[in-house]
């Protein structure tokens, strides 16, 4: 690691720490600078504000989550539970950032356009991970014949959009927090629905 991405390192931490204890919207660059032991112009030259340093450090820990939930999910017994068990912790890990950092529906609003264009890397690692589980369960005669990888990024799309729905449901009615209950029990329903299909 360069001195470069140490830095930034050490910033993340410090940015993290801030938005776990104020939140993202009452954090400042001064807070997270000060955390960081650093001025706050040498925290410019890192990062233009604090959505693009949230942007980039949750995205971060996302992807090392998703490889910790991935090893996880290779101590289930068999295809369906593994995919249940992926779907279900990797849309709670996503619900709990949000929650832990008081992420309002309006600063939400903001911050989706730039976690999608950054997330694009991380969502095909994903795609290709439940796209060998799904393997798997063809190879052991768990589930019927099918293209893994078109059902792979079904089954992510169809999670993703249940999510998206429901946030942009709570940014249209400016409700103070997103209630990701029913949206996760939608996919549960649809995951059921699928297997059964492909045990047919």
Same mark, same amino acid.
């Given at each position: 690691?360069?001195?470069?991405?140490?830095?930034?390192?050490?910033?993340? /931490?410090?940015?993290?720490?801030?938005?776990?204890? #104020?939140?993202? &919207?009452?954090?400042?660059? %001064?807070?997270? +600078?000060?955390?960081?032991?650093?001025?706050?112009?040498?925290?410019? #030259? !890192? !990062? *233009?504000?604090?959505?693009?340093?949230?942007?980039?450090?949750?995205?971060? @820990?996302? @992807?090392? =989550?998703? %490889?910790?939930?991935?090893? /996880?999910?290779? *101590?289930?017994?068999?295809?369906?539970?593994?995919?249940?068990? =992926?779907?279900?912790?990797?849309?709670?890990? =996503?619900?709990?950032?949000?929650?832990?950092? *008081?992420?309002?529906? @309006?600063?939400?609003? *903001?911050?989706?356009?730039?976690?999608?264009?950054? #997330? &694009?890397?991380?969502?095909?690692? %994903?795609? $290709?991970?439940?796209?060998?589980?799904?393997? $798997?369960?063809?190879?052991?005669?768990?589930?019927?014949?099918? $293209?893994?990888?078109?059902? +792979?990024? +079904?089954?992510?799309?169809?999670? $993703?959009?249940? /999510?998206?729905?429901? &946030?942009?449901?709570?940014?249209?009615?400016? @409700?103070? %927090?997103?209630? !990701?209950? /029913?949206?996760?029990?939608?996919?549960?329903?649809?995951?059921?629905?699928?297997?059964?299909?492909?045990?047919?």
């Amino acid at each position: 690691m360069n001195k470069k991405e140490s830095v930034k390192q050490d910033i993340g /931490k410090a940015a993290m720490a801030c938005f776990l204890k #104020y939140g993202l &919207e009452k954090t400042t660059l %001064e807070d997270i +600078a000060r955390s960081a032991g650093m001025t706050k112009s040498s925290l410019f #030259y !890192y !990062y *233009r504000n604090k959505e693009a340093l949230f942007l980039e450090v949750a995205v971060k @820990e996302g @992807e090392e =989550y998703l %490889e910790s939930l991935q090893q /996880k999910t290779m *101590r289930k017994k068999g295809v369906e539970a593994r995919v249940m068990f =992926y779907m279900q912790e990797r849309y709670n890990y =996503y619900k709990t950032i949000l929650n832990l950092n *008081r992420i309002s529906t @309006e600063m939400l609003k *903001r911050l989706l356009p730039g976690f999608l264009s950054l #997330y &694009e890397a991380v969502m095909q690692k %994903e795609t $290709d991970f439940l796209a060998g589980l799904l393997k $798997d369960g063809i190879k052991n005669e768990e589930i019927v014949k099918t $293209d893994a990888g078109k059902l +792979a990024t +079904a089954l992510l799309s169809m999670s $993703d959009a249940i /999510k998206h729905y429901t &946030e942009q449901n709570a940014i249209l009615k400016k @409700e103070p %927090e997103i209630n !990701y209950t /029913k949206g996760f029990a939608d996919i549960r329903f649809l995951l059921t629905v699928i297997f059964k299909g492909l045990k047919n």
